[in-house]
């Protein structure tokens, strides 16, 4: 694998006129819509992690004291 991977795709505009910037490693150039970003690899999801949302907290949860169903 290269230690180096490219992005495709600019993600504000969709175009493919990519550049490496000269702001570092992962910063990159869109010459369509003249934006710099950087793209930072986090890390593998553990098993079943993806999609899964935290449940919210009972506080969050509308009760008919405040307006909200009971």
């Known amino acids: 694998m290269s230690e180096r991977a490219a992005p495709f795709y600019c993600p504000y505009c969709g175009d ?10 992962g910063s990159w150039e869109c010459r369509a819509c003249s934006r710099a970003f950087r793209l930072k690899f986090l890390g593998l999801l553990a098993p079943g992690a993806a999609g899964s ?12 004291s405040d307006g909200g169903t009971p």
């Open 16 to 25: 493919e006129d990519l550049h490496p910037s000269e702001e570092g490693h």
């Open 53 to 64: 949302a935290p449940s919210p907290s009972p506080s969050a949860v509308p009760s008919a």
